[in-house]
Nanobody
Framework: QVQLVESGGGLVQAGGSLRLSCLAS????????VGWFRQAPGKEREFVSA????????AAANSVKGRFTISRDNAKSSVYLQMSSLKLEDTAVYYC????????????????????WGQGTQVTVSS
């Protein structure tokens, strides 16, 4: 069993930066792939970025490539999402999710692939 807690969300002006953190509790977290997703009001949850348990495989949505960077520190049981050049359309609740087992770059983009979810953190980008 893994519990995930996101933090770092907030209100930021367009063009600004935020760093989200996902802190995991539970055994064997270093063996889990982790993904970040977001959901804006009235929209479906969408893939943002994912990272394998080693950190050697990373995927990102086209909409955030070059602006968002995912990383992890297994010693701290944490995964981070560094967001820069934020746009109004980045406004959403951001969730981290985790799954044990072999990282699959295609499956990692699907919310249904993940076993555990955090409660989410709100990111609001203002003009």
């Amino acid at each position: 069993q893994v519990q995930l807690v996101e933090s770092g969300g907030g209100l930021v002006q367009a063009g600004g930066s935020l760093r989200l953190s996902c802190l995991a509790s539970g055994r064997n977290f270093p063996s889990y792939a982790v993904g970040w997703f977001r959901q804006a009001p009235g929209k479906e949850r969408e893939f943002v970025s994912a990272i394998s348990w080693t950190g050697g495989n990373i995927a990102a949505a086209n909409s955030v490539k070059g602006r968002f960077t995912i990383s992890r520190d297994n010693a701290k049981s944490s995964v981070y999402l560094q967001m820069s050049s934020l746009k109004l359309e980045d406004t959403a609740v951001y969730y981290c999710a985790a799954r044990s087992g072999v990282y699959n770059p295609s499956n990692a983009r699907r919310p249904s692939w993940y076993e555990y979810w955090g409660q989410g953190t709100q990111v609001t980008v203002s003009s």
